[in-house]
Protein backbone atom coordinates (compact mmCIF):
# COMPACT_ATOMS: atom_id res chain seq x y z
CA UNK A 1 0.00 0.00 0.00
CA UNK A 2 0.76 3.17 -0.77
CA UNK A 3 1.49 6.36 2.23
CA UNK A 4 -1.62 8.01 0.55
CA UNK A 5 -3.46 4.82 0.43
CA UNK A 6 -2.73 4.07 4.32
CA UNK A 7 -3.47 7.84 5.40
CA UNK A 8 -6.67 7.55 3.88
CA UNK A 9 -7.53 4.19 5.27
CA UNK A 10 -7.01 5.15 8.25
CA UNK A 11 -9.15 8.42 7.84
CA UNK A 12 -11.88 6.27 7.96
CA UNK A 13 -10.62 4.86 11.16
CA UNK A 14 -10.58 8.04 13.02
CA UNK A 15 -13.76 9.31 11.49
CA UNK A 16 -15.74 5.87 12.57
CA UNK A 17 -13.87 5.91 16.15
CA UNK A 18 -14.69 9.51 16.56
CA UNK A 19 -11.50 10.41 16.87
CA UNK A 20 -8.50 12.51 15.20
CA UNK A 21 -5.61 9.93 17.06
CA UNK A 22 -6.61 7.13 14.99
CA UNK A 23 -5.30 9.70 11.45
CA UNK A 24 -1.77 8.99 10.59
CA UNK A 25 -1.31 11.52 7.73
CA UNK A 26 1.79 10.44 4.97
CA UNK A 27 4.43 12.83 6.51
CA UNK A 28 3.48 11.02 10.12
CA UNK A 29 4.00 7.55 8.62
CA UNK A 30 7.16 8.72 6.91
CA UNK A 31 8.71 9.56 9.90
CA UNK A 32 7.56 6.77 12.02
CA UNK A 33 9.27 4.65 9.22
CA UNK A 34 12.77 6.54 8.87
CA UNK A 35 13.14 8.15 12.51
CA UNK A 36 13.09 6.79 15.97
CA UNK A 37 9.75 7.87 16.87
CA UNK A 38 7.44 5.77 18.84
CA UNK A 39 3.55 6.36 17.45
CA UNK A 40 0.82 6.42 20.18
CA UNK A 41 -1.23 3.67 20.55
CA UNK A 42 -4.32 5.31 18.61
CA UNK A 43 -1.84 5.43 15.73
CA UNK A 44 -0.67 1.72 16.06
CA UNK A 45 -4.32 0.73 16.32
CA UNK A 46 -4.93 2.04 12.88
CA UNK A 47 -1.94 0.91 11.36
CA UNK A 48 -2.67 -2.75 12.75
CA UNK A 49 -6.03 -2.44 11.05
CA UNK A 50 -4.76 -1.49 7.64
CA UNK A 51 -1.68 -3.82 7.44
CA UNK A 52 -3.41 -6.49 8.94
CA UNK A 53 -0.94 -6.67 11.97
CA UNK A 54 -1.88 -8.35 15.40
CA UNK A 55 -1.77 -5.10 17.70
CA UNK A 56 -0.08 -6.94 21.12
CA UNK A 57 2.22 -7.98 18.49
CA UNK A 58 3.24 -4.63 16.91
CA UNK A 59 3.61 -3.28 20.86
CA UNK A 60 5.86 -6.08 21.39
CA UNK A 61 8.53 -4.57 19.25
CA UNK A 62 8.08 -1.63 21.18
CA UNK A 63 9.21 -3.91 24.63
CA UNK A 64 6.03 -4.07 25.46
CA UNK A 65 4.61 -7.30 26.56
CA UNK A 66 0.76 -7.56 27.35
CA UNK A 67 0.99 -10.85 28.90
CA UNK A 68 3.39 -9.26 31.23
CA UNK A 69 1.08 -7.44 33.07
CA UNK A 70 -0.55 -11.15 34.08
CA UNK A 71 3.12 -11.38 36.15
CA UNK A 72 2.46 -8.28 38.22
CA UNK A 73 -0.77 -8.65 39.42
CA UNK A 74 -0.19 -10.75 42.34
CA UNK A 75 2.83 -7.94 43.34
CA UNK A 76 0.53 -4.90 43.46
CA UNK A 77 -2.38 -4.43 46.19
CA UNK A 78 -2.29 -8.48 46.50
CA UNK A 79 -5.17 -7.90 49.21
CA UNK A 80 -7.58 -6.58 46.97
CA UNK A 81 -10.63 -8.37 45.51
CA UNK A 82 -11.08 -7.69 42.03
CA UNK A 83 -11.55 -8.94 38.38
CA UNK A 84 -8.82 -9.97 36.00
CA UNK A 85 -8.35 -11.74 32.92
CA UNK A 86 -6.79 -14.68 31.90
CA UNK A 87 -6.57 -13.67 27.95
CA UNK A 88 -3.33 -15.26 26.22
CA UNK A 89 -1.98 -12.24 23.75
CA UNK A 90 -0.21 -13.40 20.88
CA UNK A 91 -0.34 -17.23 19.47
CA UNK A 92 3.57 -17.23 20.06
CA UNK A 93 3.27 -17.36 23.97
CA UNK A 94 2.62 -20.47 26.28
CA UNK A 95 -0.74 -22.03 27.25
CA UNK A 96 -0.88 -24.98 30.04
CA UNK A 97 -1.84 -28.72 28.84
CA UNK A 98 -2.02 -32.20 31.05
CA UNK A 99 0.91 -34.09 30.30
CA UNK A 100 0.94 -36.63 32.51
CA UNK A 101 -2.04 -37.75 34.16
CA UNK A 102 -1.93 -38.64 38.03
CA UNK A 103 -1.58 -42.72 38.61
CA UNK A 104 -4.44 -43.47 40.35
CA UNK A 105 -7.11 -41.73 37.64
CA UNK A 106 -9.37 -44.57 36.68
CA UNK A 107 -10.59 -44.76 33.12
CA UNK A 108 -14.00 -46.33 34.30
CA UNK A 109 -15.58 -43.58 36.16
CA UNK A 110 -16.42 -39.98 35.26
CA UNK A 111 -13.96 -37.56 36.73
CA UNK A 112 -12.72 -34.01 36.86
CA UNK A 113 -9.59 -33.85 34.44
CA UNK A 114 -8.05 -30.30 36.22
CA UNK A 115 -8.26 -32.97 39.51
CA UNK A 116 -6.17 -35.94 38.35
CA UNK A 117 -3.69 -34.07 36.24
CA UNK A 118 -0.11 -34.83 37.70
CA UNK A 119 1.83 -32.57 35.49
CA UNK A 120 1.01 -29.63 33.40
CA UNK A 121 3.42 -28.74 30.26
CA UNK A 122 3.09 -25.63 27.85
CA UNK A 123 3.06 -25.53 24.64
CA UNK A 124 2.24 -22.11 21.96
CA UNK A 125 -1.05 -20.74 22.12
CA UNK A 126 -1.08 -20.77 18.15
CA UNK A 127 -1.61 -24.76 18.83
CA UNK A 128 -4.46 -24.57 21.31
CA UNK A 129 -6.29 -21.64 20.94
CA UNK A 130 -9.62 -21.99 22.56
CA UNK A 131 -7.64 -24.12 25.59
CA UNK A 132 -7.17 -22.50 28.67
CA UNK A 133 -7.27 -24.51 31.60
CA UNK A 134 -7.96 -21.36 33.93
CA UNK A 135 -11.29 -20.22 31.86
CA UNK A 136 -12.74 -23.54 31.47
CA UNK A 137 -12.72 -26.85 33.17
CA UNK A 138 -12.14 -30.33 31.52
CA UNK A 139 -13.96 -33.89 32.68
CA UNK A 140 -13.23 -36.82 30.97
CA UNK A 141 -16.43 -39.19 30.79
CA UNK A 142 -15.68 -43.10 32.26
CA UNK A 143 -15.58 -45.94 29.99
CA UNK A 144 -18.06 -47.51 31.95
CA UNK A 145 -20.43 -44.39 31.53
CA UNK A 146 -23.38 -44.65 29.03
CA UNK A 147 -25.15 -41.94 30.40
CA UNK A 148 -25.51 -40.08 27.14
CA UNK A 149 -25.10 -42.29 24.99
CA UNK A 150 -24.76 -41.98 21.71
CA UNK A 151 -24.31 -38.23 22.45
CA UNK A 152 -21.53 -38.46 24.62
CA UNK A 153 -20.11 -41.65 24.08
CA UNK A 154 -17.39 -43.41 26.90
CA UNK A 155 -13.57 -42.41 26.94
CA UNK A 156 -14.71 -38.68 25.79
CA UNK A 157 -13.30 -35.47 27.12
CA UNK A 158 -15.63 -32.50 27.30
CA UNK A 159 -15.31 -29.10 27.89
CA UNK A 160 -17.17 -27.59 30.89
CA UNK A 161 -18.01 -23.41 31.17
CA UNK A 162 -17.90 -23.29 35.44
CA UNK A 163 -20.06 -19.77 34.75
CA UNK A 164 -22.89 -21.94 32.98
CA UNK A 165 -24.04 -23.24 36.31
CA UNK A 166 -28.16 -22.49 36.27
CA UNK A 167 -30.50 -25.30 34.81
CA UNK A 168 -32.19 -23.87 31.73
CA UNK A 169 -35.47 -24.64 31.74
CA UNK A 170 -36.55 -24.41 27.88
CA UNK A 171 -34.67 -22.64 25.18
CA UNK A 172 -34.20 -25.93 22.88
CA UNK A 173 -35.64 -27.52 19.95
CA UNK A 174 -34.12 -30.90 19.89
CA UNK A 175 -31.99 -33.32 21.66
CA UNK A 176 -28.77 -31.96 20.30
CA UNK A 177 -29.43 -28.54 21.27
CA UNK A 178 -30.72 -29.37 25.23
CA UNK A 179 -27.71 -28.05 27.17
CA UNK A 180 -26.07 -31.04 28.97
CA UNK A 181 -24.41 -30.59 32.85
CA UNK A 182 -21.15 -31.88 34.45
CA UNK A 183 -22.62 -33.14 37.92
CA UNK A 184 -20.62 -33.55 41.16
CA UNK A 185 -22.06 -36.22 43.50
CA UNK A 186 -20.91 -37.44 46.46
CA UNK A 187 -19.43 -40.73 44.98
CA UNK A 188 -18.79 -39.57 41.58
CA UNK A 189 -19.56 -37.35 38.58
CA UNK A 190 -22.07 -37.48 35.88
CA UNK A 191 -22.45 -36.40 32.20
CA UNK A 192 -26.41 -35.61 31.78
CA UNK A 193 -29.14 -33.63 30.94
CA UNK A 194 -30.82 -31.90 33.95
CA UNK A 195 -34.38 -30.76 35.36
CA UNK A 196 -34.68 -28.68 38.80
CA UNK A 197 -37.39 -29.20 40.84
CA UNK A 198 -37.42 -27.26 43.84
CA UNK A 199 -34.54 -27.69 45.98
CA UNK A 200 -34.41 -31.55 43.77
CA UNK A 201 -32.33 -32.22 40.79
CA UNK A 202 -32.98 -34.31 38.19
CA UNK A 203 -30.14 -36.23 36.39
CA UNK A 204 -31.81 -37.28 32.59
CA UNK A 205 -29.55 -39.40 30.83
CA UNK A 206 -30.39 -40.41 27.32
CA UNK A 207 -33.13 -42.35 26.25
CA UNK A 208 -30.87 -44.91 24.37
CA UNK A 209 -28.49 -45.26 27.36
CA UNK A 210 -31.46 -47.77 29.16
CA UNK A 211 -30.10 -45.41 32.26
CA UNK A 212 -32.41 -44.46 35.14
CA UNK A 213 -33.36 -41.59 36.24
CA UNK A 214 -31.92 -40.02 38.78
CA UNK A 215 -32.89 -37.48 41.55
CA UNK A 216 -30.39 -35.55 44.61
CA UNK A 217 -30.67 -32.88 46.72
CA UNK A 218 -29.05 -29.59 45.53
CA UNK A 219 -28.18 -28.42 49.26
CA UNK A 220 -26.52 -31.79 50.19
CA UNK A 221 -26.15 -34.56 47.16
CA UNK A 222 -25.49 -32.88 44.19
CA UNK A 223 -23.63 -29.82 42.75
CA UNK A 224 -23.63 -28.50 39.38
CA UNK A 225 -20.29 -28.03 38.10
CA UNK A 226 -20.77 -26.48 35.17
CA UNK A 227 -22.50 -26.59 30.92
CA UNK A 228 -20.73 -28.84 28.64
CA UNK A 229 -19.65 -26.52 25.99
CA UNK A 230 -17.36 -28.70 23.95
CA UNK A 231 -16.39 -32.40 23.46
CA UNK A 232 -13.55 -34.47 21.68
CA UNK A 233 -14.50 -38.21 21.27
CA UNK A 234 -13.99 -40.97 18.96
CA UNK A 235 -16.65 -42.53 16.85
CA UNK A 236 -14.84 -45.71 16.93
CA UNK A 237 -13.95 -47.82 19.65
CA UNK A 238 -10.29 -47.85 19.93
CA UNK A 239 -9.90 -51.62 20.36
CA UNK A 240 -12.25 -52.18 17.13
CA UNK A 241 -9.84 -52.20 13.69
CA UNK A 242 -11.21 -50.61 10.47
CA UNK A 243 -13.03 -52.89 8.63
CA UNK A 244 -10.53 -54.54 6.13
CA UNK A 245 -7.73 -53.41 7.43
CA UNK A 246 -6.35 -57.20 8.97
CA UNK A 247 -6.92 -58.62 5.29
CA UNK A 248 -5.39 -55.74 3.32
CA UNK A 249 -1.96 -55.53 5.03
CA UNK A 250 -0.70 -59.14 4.50
CA UNK A 251 -1.43 -58.75 1.17
CA UNK A 252 0.78 -55.59 0.76
CA UNK A 253 3.63 -57.36 2.59
CA UNK A 254 3.20 -60.39 0.29
CA UNK A 255 3.08 -57.90 -3.03
CA UNK A 256 6.34 -56.29 -1.51
CA UNK A 257 8.36 -60.13 -0.95
Not at 71 to 87: C, G, W
Not at 103 to 132: D, H, K, M, Y
Request: hydrophobic share 40%; proline share 6%.
Amino acid sequence: MGLREVQDASAAIATEEHNESFYVSAARLTQIENEQSHPSVFKLFSLCAVYGLDLHELLRKYGVNANRTQAYRTRFLPETTREVSAEVHGLENKVMIPVRLDPSFRWETTQLVNRVVALWGEIPAAFLQNFNPRRHTYGYVGLTDRTMFPLLRPGAIVMIDPERRTVLRQGWKNEYDRPMYFIELRDGYRCAWCQVEGHRLMVIPHPVSNAHVETFSLASEAEVVGQIVGVAMRLVPAEVPSAGTERALPARLESAR
